[in-house]
């Protein structure tokens, strides 16, 4: 047998190496694949959900970390397999509707998810489990804005021109809150689009993402912007001092949740999940690392978490979307927005 | 008069690569600068700075990067398997559908990403379908697909090499005896080595940073350096993602450096 050579040996050690790289990776016997957004989202899942109630229970989560349109796609697409890859999908409320009103998600009941039981009446769903959410409020730099404006409205007053900013990935939702200014119902596009326009033209300053407003806020190019609750409070603990205000018209609630897929390979595993989803301490956990207010009834907050997500009293008007409508009129407004709103 | 048109053209010249240095090293000098800002959110100008983001890497991206590592290196086997022999057969012989056969290794890359991952997703799909096999959401499958978006460079860059270099010494060898394998691993191959060492780069590289693709095909359970970048930036705009891409930007680097050092890339990448 000739002598083995350096290159013989890579070789090999490359064609022994193969299955390491190619092959899926094997998983326990009870497992439940969870499709969801990484970073801390991801995190905290894994914190307040998968490890002490899941493990325990003797359910290893693993997570398919992505972003959401790409999950619903993917959804759609592998509804013809027996088995698809999640067993849950992390997606928002317009989405979960859409997934339930496609047929494509299982009904969910207090049998298999007995904590539905205690999930708030506004933000019942027949197949999505809400697990967080909050409130689109005007955000202000007290150091600098003492009387905040109290509603939308007060944003085209002269005193604001080119100091509000605004984030394009929520077009709808902005849309949806001029709506409820204009009208009183989330739907009203028509009136939402010309008071947008108004606004357009007071200087209203956009932004691609929703952290690119911190900057703005600091340089003083914007002095007010209209943002999630949750956001503002991520930004007071890392240290840029901001506060919000409720609209006086109200204020539209952003719900994230979880549905499950009829192809869902580990159902009964899926069904623990989303209990465990809603139990007052995962509840809590999420609301003092994200600023995302508990979904339930029975997870309280207390000290200083509970002083900053405090809803103030008057408690102010918290409106869910019409889903059915938003789900539909989505992509057109956001059509509208890129053409009017982002380069005028 | 000469003098001075010679003088503007050399000044215009110098003008437009001064310009051109400028557009690519001013985005790396300002993510060199915010990735050691001591602030948690981006903001101008910062309070101090520090270098603690940079150990926070492996904490944050360290599986993820060796996702990545292990993907891209598979991608360029895969890749120099395929584009190698491809670009040697359509660079030294002529036959029917040769012109067809050099469109379709480019395709791959006109197809826009987010289409082209959906598009795999949707034929891995079909394929478990009908074949009962377990593609979807499998290593396997984000493998070749990464292959699929990689072969064209490699293609294209032996392609380029073997262009300088002519027939002759191949014809020389066959007429002195060697057979046709002999001709290939002793002229062809070396002929081609600088084009398969920058392929090889370049496979890895766009592997690396392709972002499309594993939004759509990464298993349960498996997250890219560029998902979990973009899945970070969701919840943070610290310095710590200009971090991770100034490391990114250093490892490429000294890898150019090294390839360099051992084959002339300048011969095939210019």
Redesign the interface.
Known sequence: MPPMSRRHVLAGASLLAAPALLTRRAHAAETCVVGTWGGDYARLLRENIDDPILKPAGIDVVQDVGDEQPRVAKTYAQRKLPHGTVDIACVGAVNGYRLTDADLVEPLTEENVPNLKHVLPDLRSPAFVPHIYSAQVIVYNPEIVKAPPQSLADLLAPEWKGKVGMVSTVAPWVLMAASLLKSGTTTDFDAAKDFMLKLNANGLRLYPETDSLAPAFKSGEIEVGVIWLARSFMWRNGGFPVKGQFPSEGAILYVSGMVLPKNAPNKAAAFGYMNALLAPSAQQGFAAHMGYLPTVDDAPLSGTVGEQLAIPEPRPKLVVPDYAVISKAMPDLNDWWLKNMQHS | MTDALAWCERSAVTALVAAGAALIGVPLLLTLYLSVFD??????PPHAYTLAWYPAIAANFGAPIWTSL?LG??AV?GSLALGVPAGIGLSRHRFRGRGAVSTLLLAPLTVPGIAL??AI??AL?WI??QAGS?L?????GL?LAHVLITTPWVVRLCLASLANHGRDTEEAAASLGARPATVLWRVTLPAVRPGIVAGGLFAFVISFENLEL???L??????TLP??V????????DPLVAAVAVAQMAGVAVLLLLLDRFVRLGRVVR
């Open positions: 602030e948690k959110l981006i903001l101008f292990r290196c598979a086997a991952g959906l997703y949707v799909i478990d379908e377990a979807t959401g499998s290593m396997a493998v594993a939004l759509f990464t298993s349960p359970g498996v997250t998902v979990a973009l899945q970070y930036l969701e919840y943070h705009i």
